[in-house]
């Protein structure tokens, strides 16, 4: 028997799927040893300092193996899975060895029986691949650490909705790849999809050619099935068991990386970069409440989400065309002031992962109905945790909606390379002077922060009092626009 030649072999590395972006830490393995993969086809999904990204390969073939297992933290440039593109089958590993130190040339085994699965209608996130010339760390992960997904899911985008599904526990060590009849029929999107809803496929009828299981039997069994009882923390190697008391169990660890990482350093960069100035306003914004409820009611907005957000978003970008000189950035090295004739809409979002600041792309030329939309779309995303790089990318103005945690006001710190960041407070009942007399009126506290090298105090008040006054008689955004 001769053995697999090497050329054959084609390793995939770790791209870059960010600008700039070092490493990554690969969350879930879509593919095993033995099976088969095309072009385009999603393999795995790591988490860079920005986002959770999947990962598409670039050639057809059979995987050989996966160097790393889940869990694992990867520099850029780094192979993290071979695949034989010359039709040969890949070495089966043993059970008890880790993906990470199986040898590069194992014994044979029988080639799998997997069904090449189609890529067809997904495209790589991809356009070129990074190379790090740094040598390859790896972070397994310790102690117990309290998973990401148990964390509140609140965005900061007025949305209280559901969080996004929980990944499979990473296990320390690759599985084998079972081969025959003794493993079902489907796609790696549909077995996605199976572990998403805790379905077993081996119960699942398949309908597909040739007794492939497809979306719709997957469905079909989840409504089929009895309810299947909540699983309990403990079942999770990842996850920590509730103490009894303060006393079984005094700390948890959580190690910092990913998002958060990246966020704690952009927000001690800036903290200690631009000087940072923080203005208040106290507003009534019961003609605003209004006419949301007229808009919702508004044919032009229907499946739109509309709410405070949406006018508030409105309301700062015809602040910005009044005073556009706010729209800009610092240029440290040039020494220069740089003004923006783009506004890149940026929301602030509490996610499992952390704070993110996806960015709505030329937010100043969108009409209001187009502008709901984009929001509705960036929500989305968020709550699915599929924001991609580029969407946090080139932003120049911020809102931040501390509201929906009932809090009246905060000073928020400016994202990094913008000048300044609105914050919206929570909206409600309170006592008002009206028309000369004491009425209980819907009211919001709004406070900006700015980047005092370049937006000077009258600037920065400017902007906020053409904000309170647009929220307080909104018919200025027909007037002002």
Same mark, same amino acid.
């Given at each position: ?12 590395? &770790? ?9 990554? @830490? ?13 072009? *385009?086809?999603?393999?795995? @999904? ?14 057809? *073939? ?9 869990? =694992? ?14 039709? *040969? ?29 189609? *890529? ?44 996004? =599904? ?68 403990? !079942? ?15 700390? /948890? ?9 990246? /966020? ?83 929301i602030a979002a509490a996610t499992p992962r952390g704070l993110i600041v996806p960015n709505i792309k030329d937010a100043h030329a969108k009409t209001l109905p187009q502008l709901a939309e984009s929001l509705g779309?960036?929500? !989305? ?10 969407? &946090? ?6 809102? /931040? ?16 390379? @913008? ?39 009258? $600037? ?11 929220? @307080?008689?909104?018919?200025? $955004?027909?007037?002002?626009?």
């Amino acid at each position: 028997m001769t053995t697999m030649t090497e050329a054959s072999v084609r390793e995939f590395k &770790m791209p870059d799927v960010g600008e700039g972006l070092t490493e990554a @830490e690969i969350l879930k393995w879509y593919v095993q040893p033995g099976d088969t993969v095309t072009d *385009g086809q999603v393999v795995c @999904e790591v988490e860079t300092a920005k986002a959770a990204v999947e990962l598409p390969i670039p050639y057809d *073939g059979v995987v050989r193996d996966l160097h790393f297992p889940e869990g =694992t933290t990867v520099d850029v440039g780094t192979a993290i899975i071979s695949v034989d593109v010359g039709g *040969g089958a890949a070495p089966a590993p043993a059970a008890e060895q880790p993906a990470a130190a199986q040898p590069a040339a194992a014994a044979q085994a029988a080639p799998a029986e997997e069904p090449k699965a189609a *890529g067809s209608g997904r495209q790589p996130v991809l356009v070129g691949y990074g190379v790090a010339t740094s040598s390859t760390r790896r972070r397994p992960r310790k102690g117990p650490e309290v998973p990401v997904q148990q964390a509140s899911t609140a965005i900061q985008t007025e949305l209280n909705g559901h969080a996004p =599904t929980a990944p499979e526990p990473a296990p320390a060590a690759a599985r084998p790849a079972p081969a025959g009849p003794d493993r079902p029929l489907a796609k790696p999107p549909v077995r996605k999809l199976a572990k998403d809803l805790g379905v077993d496929l081996t119960t699942v009828v398949p309908t597909g050619p040739d007794g492939i299981i497809t979306r719709e039997d997957v469905h079909a069994a989840v409504a089929a099935a009895p309810a299947a009882p909540e699983p309990s923390v403990a !079942s999770a190697p990842a996850a920590a068991p509730a103490p009894a008391s303060y006393d079984t169990a005094r700390e /948890t660890r959580i190690p910092v990386k990913g998002v958060r990482k990246a /966020t704690a350093a952009a927000m001690v960069g800036s903290a200690f970069t631009a000087p940072h100035v923080t203005e208040f306003v106290t507003v009534d914004v019961t003609r605003t409440m209004k006419l949301v409820e007229e808009l919702k009611a508004d044919k032009e907005f229907a499946g739109l989400r509309v709410n405070p957000l949406l006018l508030i978003a409105k309301a700062l970008l015809v602040a910005i065309r009044r005073n556009p000189d706010v729209n800009a950035s610092w240029d440290e090295a040039a020494q220069e002031i740089v003004v923006k004739h783009y506004v890149n809409l940026g929301i602030a979002a509490a996610t499992p992962r952390g704070l993110i600041v996806p960015n709505i792309k030329d937010a100043h030329a969108k009409t209001l109905p187009q502008l709901a939309e984009s929001l509705g779309e960036l929500v !989305s995303t968020a709550r699915d945790g599929k924001t991609s790089p580029a969407a &946090m990318q080139g932003g120049t103005v911020t809102i /931040t909606n501390v509201g929906v945690f009932g809090v009246d006001t905060g000073t928020p710190i400016l994202n990094p390379g @913008e000048s300044a960041i609105l914050a919206v407070g929570a909206i409600k009942p309170q006592p008002w002077v009206h028309k000369g007399k004491v009425k209980p009126r819907q009211v919001t506290t709004l406070a900006l922060s700015f980047d005092h090298r370049l937006v000077d105090g009258e $600037l920065g008040s400017k902007v906020l009092a053409d904000v309170a006054a647009i929220l @307080e008689q909104p018919k200025r $955004l027909i007037t002002w626009a």
